[in-house]
């Protein structure tokens, strides 16, 4: 089996840009300056769950972007509103999609697609370094699904 992923593609060839001023931005997964991020009170199933978070860094373009998010012990919904790749830096929680339970320690590693549900149960704290990716339609696949829409009101379907 090939592996295609980006680990895998580092080359000789890759072209070099010019960015004129540095842009590498830094942070710590030490960092304790968080800023409350209150769950929707909708989501909460048990207790009181205390989220907070605090951004580290962003691409120029805003579409992937990196931080630290934590919260005490409860129980409740979370969608996601984009894709997100999370390392869990301490304590745990039990996550449950479609049937499906995992428990998430300290090391471990999980994907999370835009528009998942999920339930999470924080038995007492836990605190995740995250990486997040917005996903957004390009502006030809805006163009295609409009197109189509136009097509079939045109053509009288729905």
């Not at 030490?30 to 962003?58: C, H, Y």
């Not at 997100?84 to 499906?100: D, S």
């Not at 990486?131 to 189509?148: E, H, P, T």
Request: proline share 6%; glycine share 8%.
């Amino acid at each position: 089996m090939t592996d295609n992923s980006a680990l895998s593609m580092i080359d000789a060839n890759i072209p070099v840009k010019k960015f004129g001023k540095p842009v590498i931005q830094t942070g710590s997964t030490t960092r304790m300056d968080f800023g409350s991020t209150p769950l929707p009170p909708v989501w909460i199933k048990e207790g009181t769950p205390s989220a907070r978070s605090i951004p580290l860094a962003k691409a120029e373009d805003n579409n992937l972007s990196c931080g630290l998010w934590d919260c005490q012990a409860g129980k409740f919904t979370f969608i996601f509103g984009c894709d997100e790749i999370v390392h869990i830096l301490e304590g745990e929680v039990i996550i449950e999609e479609q049937g499906a339970t995992y428990t998430l320690k300290v090391g471990d590693v999980a994907f999370f697609p835009q528009g998942l549900e999920t339930v999470w149960t924080v038995p007492k704290y836990v605190k995740k370094f995250a990486v997040f990716r917005s996903v957004r339609d390009s502006l030809i696949d805006k163009m295609y699904i409009k197109a189509k829409k136009l097509i079939k009101k045109m053509m009288g379907k729905k």
